[in-house]
């Protein structure tokens, strides 16, 4: 285990599940290409940026694996419920359960990354009734998104360093500047 200190002073504890991890079968469920997702968006005039709030801990853990994932702490030994992060299948895991969700919406008018969801479509109206299904199937599946994180219904916006338009899709070039002036590591 591993404490790591948060901004706000307090502190949260990390596991190592390395160990774990080479004992486990691998899921080779494929995550996204982001070139595929970003082409499926070019074209459509109305997007909604919506964030997964804590994603991998909305998916439980089942009762027989718990006990893989107990660890100790000064006030006794714990397992967790829902995925923690850490696990060499946690990201295939979650795209499969999401994608699971809105299975028939996928590259028809909504794309999945991980935790990050785009809801799109031509017409205003059209793209409102699709967010309307989104919403209430995260409703239905208890897929809890980040309030904050989360803007509704406009005909633009910056998506996982990209600037999305209708007319098309170009890179976030202050997130380019910001790495060229990162310093050449040392070690």
């Keep these: 285990m591993v404490i790591v200190p948060k901004k706000n ?3 949260r504890a990390c596991f190592d599940y390395r160990e774990l991890n080479k004992a486990t079968l691998k899921d080779h469920f494929p995550l996204s290409f ?21 994603g991998y801990n909305q998916i ?5 694996d718990q006990d893989k994932t107990t660890f100790t702490y ?10 923690p992060f850490g696990l060499c299948n946690a990201p295939a895991t979650f795209t499969r359960e999401v994608l699971g969700i809105f299975s028939n919406l996928i590259h028809d008018c909504v794309e999945v990354y991980m935790d990050n ?5 031509n017409y205003f109206e059209e793209a409102l009734k699709i ?12 897929l809890l998104l980040s309030g904050e994180k989360c ?11 990209h600037h999305i338009l209708g007319n098309g899709i170009r890179v976030d070039t202050s997130k380019v500047e910001v790495i060229s002036k990162l310093s050449i590591p040392t070690c």
């Design 151 to 161: 803007f509704m219904m406009f005909t633009k916006g910056i998506f996982l360093g």
């Design 9 to 11: 002073g307090k502190t």
């Design 34 to 54: 982001i070139d595929q997702f970003l082409d499926t968006l070019e074209g459509n005039n109305f997007f909604s940026f919506l964030d997964g709030f804590s």
């Design 117 to 121: 969801f785009t809801v799109y479509g």
């Design 60 to 64: 439980q853990v089942a009762l027989d």
């Design 131 to 142: 967010l309307e299904e989104f919403l209430i199937r995260c409703k239905e599946a208890n």
């Design 74 to 83: 000064p006030w006794g030994s714990y397992a967790y419920r829902v995925l």
